[in-house]
C-alpha cells in the first residue's frame, strides 16, 4: 500500500486547522464551547468521518460492480470512549441504511463488505503512533 501523507496546519486563531493531502483541504476545528471558532469538524468527527466515508465508497464500488440496485447509502457513525481503571475502550458504532432495491442476501453480504473497507481494518487492528519533532 501506497503512503498517504496529510499536512495540518494551526496558526493564531484558536483552534482552526487546515489539513491539506496537497490537493485539497479540509478545515478542522474545535466547537465555541472547547474554545475554537466552529470552522469545521473537530478531530473525532473527522476520525469518524473518514470511516463512514471509506464504508459508504466501499459498499458504493462494490455494488456498481455486481450492478446492483443501490440507491443510496446514508451512514451514521458514533463513538463512545469508556475508561476503566487501567486503559480506555473505545466503541465505534457504525450504522448503515442501504436504500434500494436490493433481496436480504444482497444486503447482507453488504454488511460483510462494508467491514472490509480500507478504514475499518485499520481502526481493527493494532496502531502504532510513532510522534518525534521535526527541524
Keep these: ?8 496546519t494551526i ?3 484558536r483552534y482552526k486547522t487546515e489539513v491539506s493531502n496537497g490537493r485539497n483541504i479540509v478545515i478542522a476545528d474545535e466547537p465555541e464551547s472547547m474554545g475554537g471558532t466552529d470552522q469545521g469538524l473537530g478531530p473525532k468527527e473527522l476520525l469518524l468521518s473518514s470511516l463512514g466515508s471509506c464504508t459508504a465508497i466501499t459498499l458504493r464500488m462494490y455494488a456498481d460492480r ?3 440496485d443501490l440507491q443510496e ?3 451514521t457513525v458514533k463513538m463512545e470512549v469508556v475508561p476503566s481503571s487501567h486503559q ?3 466503541y465505534i458504532k457504525n450504522h448503515i441504511k442501504l436504500v434500494g432495491n436490493l433481496d436480504d442476501d444482497q444486503r447482507q453480504r453488504l454488511l460483510q463488505i462494508a ?3 480500507p478504514v475499518h481494518k485499520i481502526l481493527s487492528n493494532p496502531i502504532v503512533v ?3 519533532l521535526v527541524p
Design 1 to 8: 500500500m501506497a503512503e498517504v501523507n496529510v499536512t495540518v
Design 11 to 13: 496558526g493564531k486563531e
Design 66 to 68: 455486481k450492478q446492483w
Design 73 to 75: 447509502v446514508i451512514i
Design 88 to 90: 480506555q475502550t473505545t
Design 115 to 117: 467491514e472490509l473497507c
Design 130 to 132: 510513532d510522534s518525534n
